[in-house]
């Protein structure tokens, strides 16, 4: 049995399929928004502060570990519907939280791990869903774009330990945009250009101090169709340290715009 610690975007849809396909026992424990996975029999909606919740539905039902997909937002910690256990562990969430979102995540894990309960990796259902070094395009990066990949990295590696950031644009050798709270739409729709097009990447790699078992990069068509619409020409990521979905519908999109798709 495996406790599938679901938030919002399509990663948790790919392995449910994939759960379900090979008959692995499993329940969901929802905190999505609109508590997408209600009408699944096996699936909990529960709220981020019901720690005691959660760990009771994973206890009562032999399940020693659990795997973490999808979004979900940093809570208002005074809004939040807390329980016993919630009222217990929040001083240490709220600690975390001062350090960025992974440091949340590696608190949380630390929580369950304390509770006897195993955190796996997100991938290990959809291996499939992480691509090997290479180019996945027709189109390449050439010397300029290569320039642009570099400073992007760069800006990247140079930011604080637990910045929630995972993204930067970077144009003509100028970083553009540095992927705030709003996530990587916000950021995209912020580095749009009139003037160039067809110019400039999207880096996204793991944060630093990131625990790659959870909340690794996610692209898919609607990022590339984002990057499109903001003039970008490419998109990188990092070796098998990403979920990437749609990888068919990606790759035939880039090809038909003349955009590139690279793995670091």
Do not use: W
């Not at 090979?22 to 996975?37: M, Q, R």
């Not at 909990?44 to 570990?65: D, H, T």
């Not at 919630?86 to 979102?101: E, M, Q, T, V």
């Not at 930067?168 to 945009?177: A, F, L, Q, T």
């Amino acid at each position: 049995m495996i406790g599938l610690i679901f938030g919002d975007t399509d990663f948790p849809r790919e392995i449910l399929k994939t759960v379900k396909k090979k008959k692995i026992k499993y329940l969901i424990i929802d905190l999505t928004k609109s508590k997408i996975f209600k009408k699944n029999k096996k699936s909990y909606p529960v709220s981020v502060g019901q720690f005691g919740k959660i760990i009771n539905i994973l206890k009562e039902n032999n399940c020693k570990r659990v795997l973490f997909a999808g979004k979900v937002d940093k809570p208002n910690f005074s809004k939040l519907k807390l329980d016993f256990k919630g009222i217990y562990y929040i001083p240490r969430i709220i600690k975390a939280s001062k350090l960025g979102d992974a440091a949340i995540l590696k608190e949380i894990i630390k929580i369950f791990a304390q509770n006897k309960i195993k955190t796996q990796n997100s991938l290990i259902f959809n291996p499939e869903l992480s691509l090997k070094k290479g180019n996945y395009s027709k189109i390449k990066p050439n010397k300029q774009d290569r320039l642009d990949i570099k400073k992007a990295i760069k800006t990247l590696n140079s930011l604080k330990q637990y910045n929630f950031s995972q993204g930067v644009v970077v144009r003509n050798k100028k970083v553009v945009s540095i992927e705030g709270k709003g996530g990587t739409k916000k950021m995209l729709e912020k580095s749009r250009s009139k003037k160039f097009r067809n110019h400039g990447v999207l880096v996204k790699f793991p944060k630093k101090k990131q625990d790659l078992r959870v909340d690794l990069p996610t692209i898919g068509l609607k990022t590339i169709k984002q990057s499109k619409t903001a003039g970008l020409k490419g998109i990188v990521i990092k070796s098998k340290q990403h979920i990437f979905l749609d990888k068919t519908k990606c790759i035939r999109f880039a090809n038909k715009n003349k955009m590139f798709i690279s793995v670091k």
